[in-house]
C-alpha cells in the first residue's frame, strides 16, 4: 500500500504569524480585571519608592497574575504572555521576566503589606459585583501548608515540623467558593500558631469590610488550639470550632462521658464510630465551651484492635446547634486542603521564585489574587455554584484557548477554534463579565 504524503515528517513548522494569540481564552480574567480595576488598584496601593523596579507596578503585577492563570510556575513562563498579539487580549503591556524579577525583588515587607491591600480591596470589589455571600452565613477555614524549596539561599526558609526545607506559610479560605481570604508568608521553622491571631483579625476585619454581614464561623485544626485564637474570634464576633490537643485533664474529662451519651455515626464499619458532647474548660480561662468527641474503634487486625482502645477526636466551639451536625460540619475542614492543592498545582505556589524572602512573599499574595480572579470567572461569569470548578479545569475548557487576532474595519476580532465543546459556555461567561458596571457604582450601591 502505497504511504501517504502527509506524514509528520513532511509538516513544515514554522514561527512567522504574529496574529496568533496563546491562551486567547483569558481575555474572561482580563475583563474581569479591568471591570474590578485592578491594575489601577496596584498602581495606587504599591509605592516601591526609588527601587529598580518601582515603574509600571500596575503592569508588572497584572502581567504575574495573567501568568499564573495561564500555568506559569516560574517568572520565565511569563514570556508565554508576550508572544504575537496575545498581549492584546489582557488588555494591557506585557513585561519580560527579567523586569519582573527586579521588580519582585524591590519588594520589603512594608511593601508586601501594600500589596496586601491591593488584595483586600479586590476581594470587597468583587463581591460588590455578586460574588460575595451578602448576608448569608460563612464559613471561614484556615489552615498552614509547607512550601518546598530546595537553594540554601532562599531567606527564610528552614526545616520545619515536617523535616522538610521550605517556608510555612498561613492561609484563610471561603468555604463553598474556596476563594483564598488572606496569605501570610513565614519562615519554614514557624510554630502553626506564630503569628496566626493577629492574621485572623487581620481576615475577619477583611471579609465584614467587604460586605459580608451574616453570622461568621472560623474552622480550624489543632495547631490553631489557642487562647489568642479564640480571643481572635470573640473580639470579632466570630463563632469558632478548632480541634483540641489531647492533653491528660481532656482525655480524662472524654473518659467521664457516660456510655449511653455516646450516638452512633455512619461509619465503613458497622458500630465502629460514635459522637457525645460534654463541656471543658480550655487554656484556663475560666470558660467552658462545648467539648464534642468522636470516638472510632480500631481497624479490625490492628495491634490496637487487641487492646480495644478507642481513637479520640475531639474538638470545642462555641457554636449553636445539634451535636451531630457540629462534628459533620468540623470535619468538612477539610476542604481546606482542596484549596491549598489548588494554589499549588493550579497557580504558581508550588514553586517560590526568589532568593529574597518579601519576594516570596509578594509571589504568595499574586498567586492567591490569580486564583481569586479564576473563582471570579466561574462565579460571575459562568454563574458556577458550590462546589468550584478547579483552576486546571477553568483553563482547560476556558483559558488555555489558541486564537488569532484580526482587525477588520477598525475592530479587532478574536477567532477561536470551531465547534469548541465549551464555547457556548464561554460566550455567555464573556458577556456576563461585560456586564458588570462600573466599579465605583457598585461600590457605592
Known sequence: MRESSHTLDRIAVTFDDDHLVANAGLIAPATLAKHLGLRELFDSYVDLGSAPGHANVGLKAMTLVHSALAGGEF?????????ASTPAVLGHGVRAPSTLGTFLRSFTFGHVCQLDKVFDESIRRAWAAGAGPGDSPITIDVDSSICEVYGLAKQGARFGHTKVRGYHPLLASLSGSEEVLGARLRGGNANTTRGASSFLAQVFNRVRRAGATGPAVLRGDSGFYNHKVTDACRKADVAFSITAKMSKSMHNAILEIPEENWTEIPYFLEGGADVAETTYEPFGQGREVRLIVRRVKPTPGSQLALLAVYDYHAFITDREGGTLYLEADHRRHAVVEDVIRDLKYGVGLNHLPSG?????????????????????????????KSPPMTTKTLRTRYLSLPGRMTRSGRRRRLHLPLEWPWQDQFNICLKNLRAIGPITTLLRT
Do not use: K, Q, S, T
Request: charged share 20%; proline share 0%.
Open 75 to 83: 517568572i520565565d513562563d511569563a514570556n508565554a504572555m508576550r508572544c
Open 356 to 384: 529574597r524572602f518579601a519576594a516570596n512573599a509578594a509571589w504568595l499574595v499574586l498567586n492567591a489574587l490569580a486564583h481569586n480572579l479564576g473563582r471570579w470567572v466561574a462565579r460571575l461569569g459562568l454563574g458556577e
